[in-house]
């Protein structure tokens, strides 16, 4: 069973910077897509970076390009997504996902494995 766990979550002040991590169990974490997504309260779950398995190819959602960098570790079965210049804006859970195949998809509903969520608190 592919199980995915987050961490690096806090709060931080606007301008400042927070690493996030996925680590994922199973023997097959080489051959997943991966992707972040972002859902604060009443609004519908986003897309935020994905990487493909042999990290290749990165896709960034336009909001957070030139500020979050995605990238794998495959001996760790990790990944991460290293945020920079945060936005109150950016304040939300973020989870971490896992998709099979080859494209890096921007929709959930390709997404079949997902962490619990790790809370995003960016101040003011």
């Known amino acids: 069973q592919v199980q995915l766990v987050e961490s690096g979550g806090g709060l931080v002040q606007a301008g400042g910077s927070l690493r996030l991590s996925c680590v994922v169990s199973?023997?097959?974490?080489?051959?997943?897509?991966m992707g972040w997504f972002r859902q604060v309260p009443g609004k519908e779950r986003e897309f935020v970076s994905g990487?493909?398995?042999?990290?290749?190819?990165?896709r960034y959602a336009d909001s957070v390009k030139g500020r979050f960098t995605i990238s794998r570790d495959t001996a760790k079965n990790t990944v991460f997504l290293q945020m920079n210049s945060l936005k109150v804006e950016d304040t939300a859970v973020y989870y971490c996902?896992?998709?099979?195949?080859?494209?890096?998809?921007?929709?959930?509903?390709?997404?079949?494995?997902w962490g619990p969520g790790t809370q995003v608190t960016v101040s003011s």
């Open positions: 990487i493909s398995w042999n990290a290749g190819s990165t």
């Open positions: 996902a896992a998709s099979m195949g080859d494209y890096v998809y921007g929709s959930s509903r390709n997404y079949m494995y």
């Open positions: 199973g023997p097959t974490f080489r051959s997943y897509v």
